[in-house]
């Protein structure tokens, strides 16, 4: 009897047990379900979905007229669903129905398989009933409508089973022009150039796409769920494409004749600061030329060009005027352990102005100023240099900007001949750019203008930001320094080593200059020279400045600023005047008589407006209505007065039809036209005796 309890006793503990642990897992799928319910829920879906990102559409970088200089264009990656809902019916008849004519389509447009081998990659897929079957990457948009209109496809997503994923790609439509500075956005690297500055406008906001997992392991778009992205800006350069073209060719084709290594060419608006061209070109490997850096932004030692930032501390403190005298010693100078060369000897040229010595570009005449006036006070040379803004970077819209270096007497390298040396340009490190904002300055009446290369940024076409003209300086120097600088400028190409340079057409001002450049470990044996030219154009009215440095090959056979940089400055100049700033004034006279439209006889009133707007020389008394043939001789107009004899007929041949028609029919003749343009013949010769109520037909060419 006891052992019967016992025994029943475990059983009942068991029990009890057992319900217990079954309460206990009620309790905890009760608190699972609806106290942790959410937070598991959400778990399980994460192992299943994800969210993906959707890149914006990057803004587009535009010249200031309106023209692409970087956009994206979209490119497609062409997937099938196979478990569509109208491809999965039990007999499969949108797919075996579409799959032959599909296939021949597919290979026809793409060229890459057969129609066989397609008919046989999509089977496969369709047999695995495969939801993200990859069919084609990277194809263009023309293609991708294309595909849309193909077999099976054309029924949509639903029914087709067609999906495609847009991706974009970036492109230069311009290609070389301003490559370096508008710069490439490139997924991998870092970005460079307007690219890189911009990025937070052009890039825009990304979005989101939610995609769950099927068989397979692959993500499949859940529809109804995608954050779209939102767009990026636009961003409207200061940049002119024409302008740009030819500041890109003129510097090519310097650096190609003269192998050179690097080069850039600086194209400013003078009362702007507007940056119109800015082209960089290094040597590669094969020889070929490509814009790999932004040369314009490197600091170097500038050479004679740094020359003007002399001239205008000593004339700017009333040392002496360029009329004062200074002692060249034909081109060579000791001081201390060093002499001091001039790039050219000049044989028994000693004391000449300081116009002269600027104008022959004098190291010896510039050194020997400095040293004279500055000797005891260098800091306050230094002093004018920074208020040229000469130890700051410019502050261009462009990441990368070189820290220029202007020694003061605490610097650790500076020495007893760092003060002459500075005087014509080396022992201080400056950017092209910076040289083009001085020589702007001087251009700008003494307004230094802050370089820049954005207008505005937009959306939709319209502004949200905008970029005006910044004044950096009102006034670089006084009125009087400003007066002879400028004739300085002008002497330069007028009489001193630009005058090879020299344009009959209009006038420029500017300087050369030609610096040795050290090479790495070999210091200055390999002789490479720095060439500039620096500028602006027309003198007396300048609306734009230019400034070319090319650095040479070792050795190079041509190196001088005038023979290497100079052209280059001229090329861009004449192209220019022709385009730009000749564009609002009368046709010279000499080459209007050049390329002079064909004459005929004509009113007088009529030609003596026609000569008057276009500036011509005129031979010949001309009444305004009297009838006059007009010819060109000796560069000049010659008109005859016509005659028509009363009673006879006119001659209209190779006139136009308003004056054939005035004159025919105030002679009392019925006129039937016949053509277009000049009269090519009349039916009754001129000179033939009028009858009445006579007729006469004239064809026009």
């Known amino acids: ?15 009890i047990g057992m319900v217990l642990f079954g309460v206990a897992i009620l309790i905890k799928v009760f608190f699972l379900q609806n106290v942790e319910g959410n937070y598991w829920r959400s778990m399980a879906d994460s192992l299943h979905t994800r969210y993906v990102t959707l ?43 579409n799959v032959d004519s599909l296939s021949i389509c597919l290979s026809k447009t793409f060229q890459d398989h057969t129609p066989r081998e397609y008919k046989t990659l999509l089977q496969e897929g369709y047999k695995n009933k ?6 084609k990457r990277d194809i263009s948009f023309t293609q991708y409508q294309q595909v849309r209109q193909f077999p099976m496809f054309r029924l949509g997503k639903n029914k087709g089973g067609l999906i495609a994923e847009t991706k974009n790609k970036r492109i230069n439509p311009f290609k070389l022009l301003a490559n370096r500075t508008i710069g490439l956005s490139r997924q991998n690297a870092q970005n460079v150039g307007l690219e890189r500055t911009y990025d937070n406008y052009l890039s825009g906001t990304t979005g989101k796409r939610l995609m769950r ?32 073209d030819i ?16 080069g850039t060419c600086i194209l400013m608006e003078v009362k702007t600061g507007k940056i119109k061209a800015i082209a960089n070109l290094g040597r590669q490997p094969d020889g070929s030329y490509f814009e790999d850096m932004n040369y314009a932004l490197r600091a170097t030692e ?3 060009t740094f020359k003007l930032a002399t001239v205008i501390s000593v004339l700017d403190d009333k040392y002496a005027t360029m009329n004062n005298m200074v002692n060249l010693q034909e081109g060579k100078w000791q001081i201390g352990r060093r002499t001091v060369f001039d790039s050219e000897p000049h044989p028994g040229q000693t004391n000449v102005t300081i116009k002269h010595a600027f104008e022959l570009s004098s190291n010896v005449g510039m050194a020997k100023l400095a040293y004279q006036f500055y000797n005891k006070k260098p800091n306050d040379f230094v002093w004018h240099l920074r208020k040229l803004r000469l130890d700051k970077p410019t502050g261009i819209d462009l990441v990368g900007e070189d820290q220029p270096v202007i020694k003061t007497t605490a610097s650790k390298t500076w020495s007893a001949t760092s003060l002459p040396w500075m005087a014509f340009g080396y022992e201080v490190l400056i950017s092209p750019l910076q040289t083009c904002m001085l020589y702007n300055a001087v251009a700008n009446n003494g307004k230094m203008m802050k370089p820049y290369l954005v207008n505005s940024i937009n959306e939709y076409g319209k502004p949200v930001k905008s970029f005006e003209p910044e004044v950096l300086l009102d006034s670089i120097c006084s009125s009087n320094t400003l007066t002879q600088v400028k004739a300085m400028l002008e002497g330069v190409v007028m009489n001193g080593t630009a005058r090879s340079l020299w344009s009959p057409y209009y006038s420029f001002a500017g300087k050369t200059g030609t610096a040795l450049v050290a090479n790495a470990n070999r210091g200055y044996a390999d002789k490479i020279y720095q060439s500039s030219f620096a500028g602006y154009f027309p003198a007396k009215d300048p609306q734009f400045t230019c400034v070319v440095v090319i650095k040479n090959k070792p050795h190079a056979v041509k190196f001088y600023g005038a023979s290497v940089a100079g052209p280059v400055f001229r090329e861009v100049a004449d192209k220019l005047y022709a385009i730009a700033v000749e564009k609002q004034r009368p046709m ?26 276009l500036d011509l020389p005129v031979e010949g008394e001309v009444n305004n209505n009297n009838w006059v043939s007009a010819k060109v001789t000796d560069k000049k107009v010659n008109f005859a007065q016509v005659t028509q004899a009363k009673g006879s007929v006119p ?25 277009a343009g000049k009269v090519t013949n009349q039916s009754i010769p001129g000179g033939t005796q009028l009858e009445k109520n006579q007729t006469i037909v004239i064809e026009l060419s």
Not at 78 to 93: E, I, M, P, Q, S
Not at 254 to 261: L, S, W
Not at 657 to 666: G, M, P, R, T, W
Request: glycine fraction near 8%; charged fraction near 25%; aromatic fraction near 10%.
């Open 1 to 15: 009897m006891e052992v019967k309890k016992d025994i029943l006793w475990r059983v009942y503990l068991c029990f």
């Open 55 to 97: 890149d914006a559409d990057r803004g587009t970088i535009y010249s200031e007229e309106g023209r692409m200089l970087s956009t994206s264009i979209p490119y497609f990656d062409v997937r099938v669903d196979f478990a569509a809902d109208g491809l999965t019916d039990k007999n499969g008849k949108i797919f075996k129905d």
């Open 130 to 135: 495969d939801r993200y079957f990859l069919l």
């Open 213 to 244: 997992r099927i068989a397979g392991g692959t993500f499949v778009p859940v529809e109804g769920y995608d954050i779209e992205p939102e767009n990026g800006h636009d961003v409207i350069t200061t940049l002119d494409v024409n302008m740009q």
């Open 247 to 262: 500041v890109e060719t003129a510097l090519m084709n310097m650096m190609v004749a003269n192998e050179a290594e690097n």
């Open 302 to 304: 500038p050479g004679s």
């Open 588 to 613: 010279r006279a000499n080459l209007m008589l050049d390329t002079l439209l064909a004459f005929k006889n004509s009113k007088g009133r009529d030609w003596k407006e026609i000569t008057n707007t």
């Open 651 to 675: 001659n209209v041949t190779g006139m136009g039809l308003k004056d054939a028609l005035y004159l025919l029919e105030n002679a009392g003749l019925r006129v039937v036209v016949r053509g």
